[in-house]
C-alpha cells in the first residue's frame, strides 16, 4: 500500500490520468491525497470531480480555495468570473451530488504525523489546534447554514488579516478558512498578506513565507500543501508542497510519501478533455 499526494489539479483531467498511470496507482490497495483546487481554470472540473468523487475512500481530498469558489457560485452567492471554467459542472445533470460530496470534504486531514490541507498555516497553530480549528468551518460547512458562512467569507468589509483566539461567529470561520486556502506569506506575528501571489523570495516587506518561520509550532508533523504555483516543489524535512502550476502549462506532481519518490507530467496549457 502507497499513498500518493498530488498537486493542484484545476480541471485538468487529462494530466490527472496520466499522472494516475504513472504511478501505477492501484485503488484497492492505494490511496490518493489531493491538496485542494480541484477545479476551475483548467478545461474538465466536471470530469475531475467525477474521478475524484468515485474513488470513494481510495481518496483524500481538502478543500482549496477554487473548490469554495464553486461552492459560493453554486448556491448564487457570487457573480462569474471571466477567468472561471466552471460552466459544465454548474450545468451538469449531477450538480448537487457533486457539489453536496464537495462540502463534506474537510478542510485539513491529519494521519499519524502528515497533515493534508491546500495552503499554510499561522505560527501560532500546532498541528493539533489547526485541525479543531477545520473542524468547526466543517461543520458549518456540511450544515444548512452554508449559504451564511459562504456569503460571510466572500464579504471583504471588515476582514481582520490577524489571527485572534477570542474571534467568533462567521468572523472566526472566516479567518480559518482564508490561512487553510488562501495563505502564502505572513509576517513572524501571524498576519497575512493574501494578494502574494509571487516568488518567496520577492516576498513583500515584513511577510515571509509561512513555513519559513521559525518559531512556528506546527513542525511537529510533515504538511502536505498545494495553492503556490510560483513556489513549485518544495521539499524538506516539515513540508512537501506540490503546485507546479499545471493549469498555466507547467506539470502535475505527485510524491509517494512512504519515501518521498516525486513523479511528474507535464501538461499543456488548456490541454483538450478526455474524449
Same mark, same amino acid.
Given at each position: ?109 491529519? &494521519? /499519524?504525523?502528515? @497533515? +493534508? ?10 498541528? *493539533?489546534?489547526?485541525? $479543531? ?103 524538506? &524535512? /516539515?513540508?512537501? @508542497? +506540490? ?10 506532481? *505527485?510524491?509517494?510519501? $512512504? ?17
Amino acid at each position: 500500500m502507497a499513498t500518493y499526494a498530488i498537486g493542484d489539479v484545476q480541471g485538468c483531467l487529462v494530466a490527472l490520468k496520466r499522472l494516475v498511470d504513472r504511478i501505477a496507482f492501484d485503488p484497492n490497495q492505494d490511496r490518493l491525497w489531493f491538496v485542494g483546487d480541484l477545479v476551475n481554470r483548467g478545461p474538465d472540473s466536471l470530469g475531475v470531480l467525477r474521478f475524484a468523487k468515485s474513488l470513494g475512500k481510495a481518496a483524500i481530498t481538502v478543500l482549496g480555495n477554487h473548490d469554495l469558489h464553486a461552492l459560493a457560485l453554486a448556491h448564487n452567492i457570487i457573480p462569474r468570473r471571466p477567468k472561471d471554467t466552471l460552466t459544465e459542472l454548474l450545468s451538469a445533470p449531477d450538480r448537487e451530488e457533486l457539489f453536496d460530496w464537495l462540502r463534506h470534504r474537510p478542510l485539513m486531514y491529519l &494521519e /499519524n504525523n502528515h @497533515a +493534508l490541507l491546500h495552503a499554510g498555516l499561522l505560527p501560532q497553530w500546532t498541528l *493539533a489546534e489547526a485541525r $479543531e480549528l477545520a473542524s468547526e468551518v466543517e461543520e458549518v460547512l456540511r450544515s444548512d447554514n452554508v449559504q451564511l458562512f459562504l456569503r460571510a467569507l466572500y464579504e471583504h468589509d471588515g476582514f481582520a488579516s490577524h489571527w485572534d483566539e477570542s474571534l467568533t461567529g462567521l468572523a472566526r470561520l472566516r479567518m480559518i478558512t482564508r490561512v487553510l486556502t488562501r495563505m502564502r506569506v505572513c509576517s513572524p506575528d501571524g498576519r497575512m498578506e493574501l494578494t502574494y501571489k509571487g516568488p518567496p523570495d520577492q516576498s513583500p516587506k515584513g511577510f515571509i513565507p509561512w513555513f519559513q518561520i521559525s518559531h512556528r509550532k506546527s513542525t511537529d508533523g510533515v504538511i502536505v500543501c498545494g495553492h503556490w504555483s510560483a513556489l513549485g516543489v518544495h521539499l524538506d &524535512e /516539515n513540508l512537501v @508542497a +506540490l503546485d507546479s502550476g499545471c493549469v498555466w502549462g507547467g506539470a502535475l506532481s *505527485a510524491i509517494r510519501l $512512504e519515501n518521498r519518490q516525486v513523479f511528474q507530467v507535464t501538461c499543456r496549457k488548456f490541454e483538450p478533455k478526455v474524449s
